[in-house]
């Protein structure tokens, strides 16, 4: 089982405290998984090397773009690379060399010391959905997002006992300016939350203000030298290297802060209609991608990305918990592990529209993908809906349930004497019940996992308590959770610096419209 | 990909097949999913050798119970086991020993000689719903089955391009007696499918009128030499073999047909709580009743079977789609595997009262499990809803949709020189776009498994039609097949003998109540 511990919110010292210690919530919080099975090896090691080979082709060949970037190009100069225009063309070998220096795994620090994370090795760390314009709740139905929706989820987060990280956009606030919502964004997880979280990538200068949060959240001593923040920067997929999502890793990585990088296939569109052909692609712009972070910073924290969705070619829309996108994602984290690399894919994927029964087949079948197919990091674990569009409270809390299945999985089974229950078994004997033995009664409670959410009760029971679907227990689930929540003690005085420094950058530039 | 056959029906020759060739639907049906991917082992080798060093240990000192079965405790005693009244004590390695002549993988044939199925080695069979005395359709609600509803499964089953068996008891027909409903029941799947079917257990003489009317069917010699049916024993855990089940044993394995050997297991009810202990008491089990099936006839074909739920230790219920059910499962298929058995288990099992989030997240959790834990014959693989309480055409038809997504993720993947797609790569380029290139035209109809069921439409069209849910959108294709079906052509003499087979044997005896 992953480390758990309990856990008591007080709002302050002395006499505040001890009021708050007697109505506070007491509730246990998991620290991240750690895997205790085997992974699931699903190409073999000569389709393997033909990737490999053909990804150096690649990059050798055809190159990548890094667009709009004229520093970048003298980086790629310097370190060898065969320059024409905004092409990069690297020799053979180079970008896997270059990646050498990134770590295999990294420490993720939070506010409170208990909730950091290491990314990386046989660990699974959980962030929620990231970048829905829209949200949909039973009760608003679907809408634009908001800075109050993307609290709620905030503090959903915080309140989820299988859920080891905040994320980063859980939704976007379309009612604040777009170069400014980055900073209510950033307060909000530091404030109403004390799980480590992602900064803002849609300008190199809204990764500086991340950083510079980060420092008075921290302390600037203890931001220079650990990591604080992971962020998701995308390859602009094929083999394109935008300026701006450059710019913010180039921020990061300079600061020693982690990225997560990240081709946004949807297959076919954006790579070929072949689950070979995509990882090789795949491959290549992670290479070029983490070889130019470690230009930046030699041993700068880095994440094999990979989100890929395989397409339905009659609408041209992505689909999500496909056997495609499961067998990307599979082959992704084995080439992810040959370069040593955290790796990061799946989540609760689906493109129904509705927290349905096709929105849990998808989700359902992009986790145990992502369980078993060894990811690192894991975006999206909750609350995503419609292909991303949407973020959904009901979907968060479904999908963070199951979440706790991952993790009794991930545990693997003991095989003790204690678990080869042979007393228990001479104690039954044939045609006997096992509810009243001993060893029942000594291991029941942990015997099994247990949801928080979903229905066991018996058909009259529940037909008399109105027959709820699962969307209903969960607005039920969510509507607890957000009146039980408690915000997360912090120093008053960093709380003032933080709301100084988001009063202060907002005012020095006038709103951004899209 | 598994192998697949385009199919046409007629309904007789000359003027008649002209007419039905014009009107008929063509469609194609899998044969059966043959693996090209690795299995999960999720248990390490030291501990399936102290399961199996534990089992022997249960067999030898507690023994197993042949209750109200004089005969078999004759068999036992000649085999050499230790007899004690109705307790069967099995010196160390007997069982195991007897189990070597059951066979690695059998054909069960159908009347359609393409939809015959190898159960074993490498192959998955699905075989839909098994047992529920209720169903529930979003028109009706929940009610008591009846044989109406019997004959829409069926057809229903007959019509599903993944499913490769008709199954058994679909529902239980209520409104027929049930010392007559096989009879029923299996003039249903004979005459309105031509899949594989199951035959009945519920008494030894109505295992003999199933092979009496498979004689009917294939003819009398052709049974003699072939099996044609393949049931279900379920073992009255724990260590309880009864009458009535070793009864319909008997009379399979004497015929040469072959049986699911099944623990029926709520965990920590009928074993202990733990998956370790569960699974040694899983494998005596299983080695008593098929060491058994050897004896009566050495070679019979048998299934190494478990059903094992976890349970909700609040209310008592069992649970379905959990971890600890998921590890069982995994550790079950190593124990068949060591054994050379053909291995049962799985399906689209579920708790939830509704085809909702819970159903399917329950669902897709076991499905999963059950293509990578090695699960040779899944039954339930469709139509299971309230713990198998109910049958529910809706998620019968959500199910089957989604067992595409296991034979495409069976098949593996191709790494040859058009899967690697290095000309698209080198076509398109840096910012450039699949959709019109040529490897895109030339591979997209087979390169993504596609949905039946699913919606991936637009928003705006998905709200302009109504915004339906899962269950709308199963309802609809339910009605769409319903309407569509047509009776697979069979020879109007057997179709004949078959129901003067029905008729005498209800005529022979009084309605039997319970």
Same mark, same amino acid.
């Given at each position: 089982m992953s480390d758990t511990s309990a856990r008591r919110r007080t709002r302050g010292g002395g006499g505040a405290a001890r009021?708050?210690?007697?109505? @506070?919530? @007491?509730?246990?919080?998991?620290? %991240?998984?750690?895997?205790?099975? &085997?992974?699931?090896?699903? !190409?073999d090691e000569e389709a393997l090397q033909i990737i490999e080979a053909n990804a150096e082709i690649i990059l050798e060949e055809i190159g990548v773009a890094f667009t709009d970037n004229p520093d970048a190009l003298n980086v790629w100069k310097e370190a060898g690379a065969d320059m024409s225009g905004e092409r990069v063309r690297l020799p053979k070998g180079?970008?896997?060399? !270059?990646?050498?220096?990134?770590?295999?795994?990294?420490?993720?620090?939070?506010?409170?010391?208990?909730? /950091?994370?290491?990314?990386?090795?046989?660990? $699974?760390? =959980?962030?929620?959905? %990231? /970048?829905p314009p829209f949200v949909r709740d039973v009760n608003g139905g679907r809408r634009y997002a908001t800075m109050? #929706?993307?609290?709620?989820?905030?503090?959903?987060?915080?309140?989820?006992?299988? !859920?080891?990280?905040?994320?980063?956009?859980?939704?976007?606030?379309? #009612?604040?300016?777009?170069?400014?919502?980055?900073?209510? *964004?950033?307060?909000?997880? +530091? =404030? $109403?939350?004390?799980?480590?979280?992602?900064?803002?990538?849609?300008? &190199?200068?809204?990764?500086?203000?991340?950083?510079?949060?980060?420092?008075?959240?921290?302390?600037? #001593?203890?931001?220079?030298?650990?990591?604080? +923040?992971?962020?998701?920067?995308?390859?602009?997929?094929? $083999?394109?290297? #935008?300026?701006?999502?450059? /710019?913010? !890793?180039?921020? %990061?990585?300079?600061?020693?802060?982690?990225?997560?990088?990240? &081709?946004?296939?949807?297959?076919?569109? *954006?790579?070929?209609?072949?689950?070979?052909?995509?990882?090789t692609q795949v491959l290549a712009e992670v290479m070029a991608g983490i070889a130019y972070s470690q230009l930046i910073r030699p041993g700068a924290p880095v994440i094999f990305g990979t989100f890929v969705t395989?397409?339905? +070619?009659? @609408?041209?829309? &992505?689909?999500?918990?496909?056997?495609?996108? @499961?067998?990307?994602l599979y082959g992704a984290g084995q080439l992810a592990r040959r370069m040593g690399l955290p790796f990061r894919s799946g989540g609760g994927l689906c493109g129904s529209k509705l927290p349905d029964a096709q929105a849990a087949y998808e989700s359902a079948n992009t986790l145990n993908a992502a369980l078993m197919g060894g990811v690192n990091f894991m975006l999206h674990s909750c609350g995503w809906l419609e292909g991303g569009l949407v973020a959904s409270p009901e979907k968060f809390v479904m999908d963070a349930d199951q979440l706790g299945? $991952?993790?009794?999985?991930?545990?693997?089974v003991r095989a003790d004497e204690n678990a080869?229950? *042979?007393?228990?078994?001479?104690?039954?004997?044939?045609?006997?019940? %096992?509810?009243?033995?001993?060893?029942?009664?000594?291991?029941?409670?942990?015997?099994?996992?247990? =949801?928080?959410?979903?229905?066991?009760k018996p058909f009259e029971t529940w037909e008399e308590e109105g027959a709820q679907d699962t969307v209903a227990l969960a607005a039920n689930r969510v509507a607890k959770l957000l009146n039980d929540y408690q915000q997360p003690m912090l120093d008053p005085a960093i709380t003032q610096a933080l709301e100084e420094y988001v009063t202060k950058k907002k005012a020095s530039q006038p709103d951004a419209i899209g």
């Open positions: 009021r708050a210690e007697r109505t @506070s919530v @007491s509730f246990e919080v998991a620290k %991240y998984i750690e895997r205790n099975i &085997p992974l699931t090896e699903l !190409l180079l970008a896997r060399k !270059l990646c050498e220096t990134a770590p295999s795994q990294y420490k993720q620090h939070a506010r409170n010391p208990d909730r /950091g994370v290491v990314i990386g090795g046989k660990n $699974l760390v =959980t962030a929620p959905v %990231y /970048g109050d #929706d993307f609290r709620k989820f905030v503090k959903l987060g915080y309140m989820s006992k299988w !859920l080891h990280h905040s994320g980063g956009t859980v939704c976007e606030p379309t #009612d604040v300016a777009v170069n400014k919502r980055h900073l209510d *964004m950033l307060f909000a997880h +530091m =404030t $109403l939350s004390d799980k480590p979280f992602m900064g803002s990538v849609t300008d &190199p200068t809204r990764a500086q203000d991340s950083v510079e949060m980060c420092e008075i959240l921290f302390g600037a #001593d203890f931001v220079q030298n650990n990591t604080v +923040m992971t962020s998701l920067i995308n390859i602009n997929s094929p $083999l394109t290297f #935008d300026a701006t999502m450059m /710019g913010a !890793l180039e921020v %990061y990585a300079k600061a020693g802060q982690a990225c997560i990088v990240s &081709p946004f296939i949807v297959g076919g569109a *954006m790579a070929p209609v072949s689950v070979i052909g995509t990882l395989s397409i339905d +070619m009659n @609408s041209g829309a &992505p689909t999500f918990g496909t056997p495609e996108a @499961s067998q990307i299945t $991952l993790h009794k999985m991930a545990a693997g080869q229950a *042979m007393d228990a078994i001479r104690e039954v004997g044939p045609g006997g019940h %096992y509810l009243g033995c001993a060893h029942t009664q000594a291991n029941f409670k942990d015997a099994f996992w247990r =949801t928080e959410l979903l229905d066991y």
